[in-house]
């Protein structure tokens, strides 16, 4: 094979069955927050996502906004809530883990709305985290990874190395929680074994993950992209892997598609949002970078640097909005140093 086998279609992919949410104690509207992305494929997955979510249940409307990169942006999505008559808002974003978007820039920018409308009431829930159905749908696809149809020359799972790719984040807790959850997927698969990278921010990178991966010798690499849509990111994965593949014909790799529209992740997010209504949301603040800068500058002056954002994680963070450079942590020993400082 000289080139990599790139499984482009997620919903191809998995089998869709009927799925049936549990009831919302309030008919609360939801702000649905993805990142964002300069990609248009990768903005309208997000709207298409919000639109399969708000057709199971039409008792309140779901609201689709964007944090960075591209329209609408959360302002305008709490406009359109309080347009409708609403006061009461749930917000949720759609991101994998609690790094700094999920716990600096969001909650900034519910301040901003806030201050804006001081009569709107916030219910902000969690990210996705590490979610028994994520885990499902992930061993579901890597069974489908052993057919006739995807594995014709039936490469054993012994002779395979899972190759699982996160985003990357300047958040240590974040990134610590992706090989978490790679080593979950990893654990009686019978695959030779994980290798676990990154395509931006911290370390190591995918070629790196690939180097790696070469050194088990294996038939075959399972590239996992731990993605919920597409995007710019996403493409690179896909085209590094075809490259690896070029270089390396005598390794098979096949690329796995990211999660996409899938009936186990509308399954969280209704978990999610009534986490939001009943009250019970709760996230590992403990070792939050962003909560110990604030604890520091507190402690150091009660009057900087710290503020209740009120939203029912029951804590507040220092936190400033800013957006970094492209990659201030390319080198390694830089990224180091920077790790646990905050913006």
Request: proline share 6%; hydrophobic share 40%; glycine share 6%.
């Amino acid at each position: 094979m000289t080139t990599a086998q790139i499984l482009h279609q997620p919903g191809a992919f998995d089998s869709q069955q009927s799925l049936s949410l549990p009831p919302l104690p309030a008919a609360r509207p939801l702000l649905l927050i993805g990142h964002g992305s300069r990609d248009a494929q990768g903005r309208q997955n997000v709207l298409d996502f919000a639109a399969a979510y708000q057709a199971l249940d039409a008792s309140r409307p779901v609201v689709p906004c964007f944090l960075e990169l591209t329209e609408p942006d959360i302002q305008a999505g709490v406009d359109r809530c309080l347009e409708a008559g609403y006061t009461d808002i749930s917000a949720l974003p759609v991101l994998l883990f609690a790094a700094r978007h999920n716990k600096f820039d969001v909650t900034n920018e519910l301040d901003r709305a806030r201050q804006r409308h001081p009569q709107v009431r916030f219910h902000y829930g969690r990210h996705f985290g590490i979610a028994p159905e994520i885990l499902a749908l992930w061993r579901d696809r890597l069974a489908q990874l052993d057919t006739q149809q995807y594995n014709p020359q039936q490469i054993q799972r012994q002779d395979t190395v899972l190759l699982f790719v996160g985003r990357g984040a300047s958040d240590p807790d974040a990134n610590g929680d992706v090989l978490k959850l790679a080593r979950m997927i990893w654990e009686g698969s019978g695959y030779a074994t994980v290798e676990t990278c990154f395509i931006g921010i911290t370390h190591p990178r995918l070629e790196e993950g690939f180097r790696r991966s070469r050194l088990y010798q294996p038939r075959r690499i399972i590239v996992l992209p731990y993605f919920l849509f597409t995007g710019v990111l996403m493409k690179k994965i896909q085209d590094i892997a075809a490259q690896q593949q070029l270089q390396h014909p005598e390794t098979e790799v096949i690329c796995l598609p990211e999660m996409g529209i899938h009936q186990q992740l509308l399954a969280v997010m209704r978990r999610r949002e009534i986490e939001t209504q009943a009250g019970a949301v709760a996230m590992n603040c403990e070792m939050c970078k962003f909560r110990l800068a604030a604890a520091h500058r507190l402690n150091a002056d009660n009057s900087h640097g710290h503020h209740d954002h009120g939203h029912t994680l029951g804590h507040g963070h220092a936190h400033h909005h800013g957006h970094a450079m492209p990659d201030p942590y390319a080198e390694p020993a830089k990224y180091h140093d920077r790790i646990w400082q905050v913006p």
